[in-house]
């Protein structure tokens, strides 16, 4: 009885197995950007601050223009974590009109900032990527002179 069990397992194993082998897969297709709409043309996809010491100037801008035939909404902006905080128009931007968006980074960190801001938009499609890249130093340190290593002379251990 255990052997004519296991073998009708088998059996609807495999056949689950060969049929799921035949089946086509299902296809995802992007949204298609609206033909003749909005189209969101950014000044740059990248946002450098560059080498600045801690506590400096938090706030960038990215300029865009509605290169379109329609008004152009963005719906929404979202930055990767809660350090990079967009602040964009709230209005239609109409055709052949620019805009701008803001970034704030919380330049009280240290280290190298990479991080990214999605914009979505009316458009349809993926949304915008801007990169927010550069490097947060403390206020003391200087890139251009190498800290010196500790001595007895300097009360280093």
Not at 45 to 66: A, C, M, S
Not at 78 to 90: A, D, L, N
Request: aromatic share 4%; charged share 25%; hydrophobic share 35%.
């Amino acid at each position: 009885m255990k052997k004519i069990i296991l073998l009708s397992f088998a059996l609807a194993a495999f056949s689950m197995v060969a049929v799921a082998q035949t089946a086509e897969p299902i296809k995802v297709l992007p949204l298609e950007q609206k033909e003749g709409g909005p189209i969101m043309t950014l000044e740059s996809n990248t946002v450098d601050y560059g080498t600045i010491k801690q506590h400096g100037e938090p706030l960038r801008t990215v300029k865009f223009t509605n290169t379109g035939k329609e008004p152009l909404v963005i719906k929404n902006a979202r930055g990767s974590c809660g350090c990079t905080v967009p602040t964009w128009p709230k209005e239609p931007i109409l055709p052949g009109a620019e805009g701008e968006i803001e970034i704030r980074y919380a330049t009280n960190r240290l280290g190298k900032i990479n991080k990214t801001v999605k914009i979505t938009t009316n458009e349809g499609g993926d949304p915008h990527v801007i990169k927010v890249v550069g490097k947060i130093l403390k206020p003391e340190e200087d890139e251009s002179v190498p800290a010196s290593a500790p001595s007895i002379l300097k009360g280093g251990n």
